[in-house]
């Protein structure tokens, strides 16, 4: 079942928040910083939200959705920033149900569409967002740290 991530169940899914840091070898962030950051996304946040998908009382996926704009499209935009299943769960179905949840989520905020970026070697994500219909883009994805 998902749910999203409030005060009452925040600190269950830093666990998940760590291992998905951890997939993408990202070792420089400490359990605070994501408490501080993670903290400010909830259903009343106009920055984004968190769910978890539970399997029973135990979470075992989670999703982060941050909202940007669009000069291209003119429009509010539902980024998928985070999507991780932990492996013992992985080919269930669940993350399938926690994308379709998130776009039904920035829709419903008034997002045009949910668009996401993933490593050019994750090609099981690839095969998923495939499968579900998803678009790959035709731009290019680049950073810059002065």
């Not at 999703?63 to 999507?83: E, H, I, P, Q, R």
């Amino acid at each position: 079942m998902i749910h999203s991530i409030s005060s009452a169940n925040f600190e269950r899914i830093i666990p998940l928040i760590n291992a998905y840091q951890q997939f993408y070898n990202v070792d420089h962030v400490s359990a605070q910083q994501n408490r501080s950051f993670f903290s400010q996304f909830g259903m009343q946040s106009d920055k984004g939200c968190q769910f978890a998908y539970f399997d029973g009382t135990e979470p075992v996926a989670f999703a982060t959705v941050y909202f940007c704009y669009s000069s291209t499209l003119t429009a509010k935009v539902g980024v998928l920033n985070d999507l991780y299943t932990l492996p013992s769960h992985r080919n269930k179905g669940i993350a399938s149900k926690l994308i379709k949840h998130c776009a039904k989520f920035a829709i419903e905020r008034g997002a045009c569409r949910l668009q996401w970026v993933t490593a050019r070697d994750n090609t099981t994500a690839q095969a998923l967002y495939k499968k579900l219909g998803a678009k790959q883009s035709s731009w290019e994805f680049f950073s810059y740290t002065p």
